[in-house]
């Protein structure tokens, strides 16, 4: 599964943004995602996690700004709102997929850069 990452960009601080990730194959299944970012100097972090259906959690520095999106089988997203000078990170998903067979595997994406600047 080879999966395209896009959005991302300059904002300033208070606006929204959405990053995505969608697999190239149409016939994928993403069954999960979470979403990580990493800060310039700082360790990889955990921020949000869904499946398709009604689970979903955040961590405490983006609920209720953050909402983690299937937006189509093959395809995920991930809408920031009242964006903060510390939400700049590079963000990254990674993607479950569920085969037919039973096999699940996951996938990262490549990242993309979020700047909350004014």
């Known amino acids: 599964v080879q999966l395209q990452a896009s959005g991302g960009g300059l904002v300033q601080p208070g606006g929204s943004l959405s990053v995505s990730c969608a697999a190239r194959e149409s016939d994928v299944s993403i069954s999960a995602v979470q979403w990580y970012r990493q800060a310039p100097g700082k360790q990889r972090e955990l921020v949000a996690a869904s499946n398709p259906g009604s689970f979903a959690n955040y961590a405490d520095s983006v609920r209720g700004r953050f909402t983690s999106l299937h937006s189509a089988k093959n395809m995920v997203s991930l809408q920031m709102n009242s964006l903060r000078p510390d939400d700049t990170a590079v963000y990254y998903c990674?993607?479950?997929?569920?085969?037919?067979?039973?096999?699940?595997?996951?996938?990262w994406g490549q990242g993309t850069l979020v700047t909350v600047s004014s």
């Open positions: 990674n993607v479950e997929v569920t085969y037919g067979s039973g096999l699940v595997t996951d996938y």
